[in-house]
């Protein structure tokens, strides 16, 4: 049970939901905007707070 718990602790935190907020929801690739970092401080940066670009 706790090895079960291990692995899907790290697979959650290996996902960026910046990443995944930006590429579904605003149809961008944070990668290609801003600094280029895929982090959500680049990601608030450039899209604000209200998503728009």
Same mark, same amino acid.
């Given at each position: ?8 602790? /790290? ?5 960026? @939901? ?5 590429? %579904?929801?605003? *149809?961008?690739?944070? @990668? ?9 401080? *680049?990601?608030?940066?450039? %899209?604000?707070?209200?998503?728009? /670009?």
């Amino acid at each position: 049970m706790r090895l079960w718990s291990i692995i899907i602790g /790290y697979g959650f935190g290996c996902l960026l @939901t910046a990443v995944l907020i930006c590429r %579904f929801a605003l *149809n961008q690739d944070p @990668t290609k905007v801003g600094s280029g970092n895929p982090g959500t401080a *680049n990601v608030g940066a450039v %899209f604000g707070k209200n998503g728009e /670009y």
